[in-house]
Nanobody, 121 residues
Framework: QVQLVESGGGLVQAGGSLRLSCAAS????????MGWDRQAPGKQRELVAR???????TYADSVKGRFTISRDNAKNTVYLQMNSLNPEDTAVYYC???????????????WGRGTQVTVSS
């Protein structure tokens, strides 16, 4: 069984910063891509950032230049450094991983339970 557990959410004033972490644990052979999505109240879930195992990154246009995604492959952990936060960034942030378990041939999608980020104006 694989688990992804997020941490680091909270309440911050506009212009502030937060750092999210997500650790994958359990029966893991290899993790391909990891990343973060978010869902604001009344809106669809949207991609925030992705990072491949080789370090290649993808960002939503709305966060480019403000958010930085990184990962520690040895720790099976992905991070999201969020700077210059604004109220539009308020959402539940979900961690994601494309993970292959031992003795299996395909990667599967795993998600964390989410962590709330609230940005006050």
């Amino acid at each position: 069984q694989v688990q992804l557990v997020e941490s680091g959410g909270g309440l911050v004033q506009a212009g502030g910063s937060l750092r999210l972490s997500c650790a994958a644990s359990g029966s893991i052979f290899e993790i391909k891509a990891m990343g973060w999505d978010r869902q604001a109240p009344g809106k669809q879930r949207e991609l925030v950032a992705r990072i491949r195992r080789d370090g290649a990154t993808t960002y939503a246009d709305s966060v480019k230049g403000r958010f930085t995604i990184s990962r520690d492959n040895a720790k099976n952990t992905v991070y999201l450094q969020m700077n210059s936060l604004n109220p539009e960034d308020t959402a539940v942030y979900y961690c994601h991983g494309d993970i292959m378990e031992p003795l299996k041939s395909d990667y599967e999608d795993y998600w964390g339970r989410g962590t709330q980020v609230t940005v006050s104006s």
